[in-house]
């Protein structure tokens, strides 16, 4: 027995209130990643007849929260992973992480969530860790239109270490319960405006209260997932037709190209 599959084996049962079973919705229509209503058909199949290769064994995907500082990244993470809440503000200097482990359709699937300092003096401790991104999560304060300025700032930023093409990005206002219904609304239409140029999707929320934090969460695990097990679709469907290995004419190496390809959980 490897090594891996017996530290998998000690790992505890997946907390009841990280399963997700259905696709959790998005949260303005305007900026979403997409409006369907159930996760994609050959995902669910794929997760019954347990064909999700390397997503459920080894994947983990990692999550970067940029954005001003002091506008509630480490008070966000802390709600969902600790349930907690601190008015007092310490800022993050460097780099901070948590691990969560979720189930999705019946599928492990963990997220590695990275709380960055905003603060200058640490950025440049801070977007050494921005690497290897699969989710890029922009958060700015709903009572503050500066930070929301900033926004494509942090985003260029976070896309210097990452493949642009290869990574979700969401919008996130953070403590919307500081702000009135109409002060919201007014900064809402800014957010989605940007959201939408930018092809992030969208959701406000409050830690001090909770609101939308666990289903904001819920969608990025869902979305993440998602995309991870297209993803290792479209690799075993072009690798294998019918069950024979095809041999594409970009390949320069007869044996490596039908060996069976060594899961790769850091891409
Ligand atoms: N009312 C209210 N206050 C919040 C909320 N989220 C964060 N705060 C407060 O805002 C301050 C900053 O929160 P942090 O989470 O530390 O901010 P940060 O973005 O991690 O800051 P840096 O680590 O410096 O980048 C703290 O005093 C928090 O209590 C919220 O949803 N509502
Ligand atoms: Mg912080």
Redesign the pocket.
Known sequence: MSVRVSAMSVLPPVRRDRVIAQLPQYFRKEAAFHTKEDFNNKVKTACQEQRTGTVGRFKISKVIVV?D???????LINRFCKDAF???????IGVDFEMERFEVLGVPFSLQLWDT???ERFKCIASTYYRGAQVVII?FDVNDIASLGHVRQWLEDALKENDPTGVQLFLIG??K??SSPAQYSQIEQDALKLAQEIKAEYWAV???TGENVKEFFFRVASLAFETNVLAELEKSGSRQIGGVVRINSTSNNLHASSKKKQPNCCQ
């Open positions: 954005g500082l002091a506008v509630g990244k480490t008070c601190d008015k007092n503000y310490k800022a993050t300092a905003g603060q958060a953070t403590k319960d500081l409050s830690s001090l």
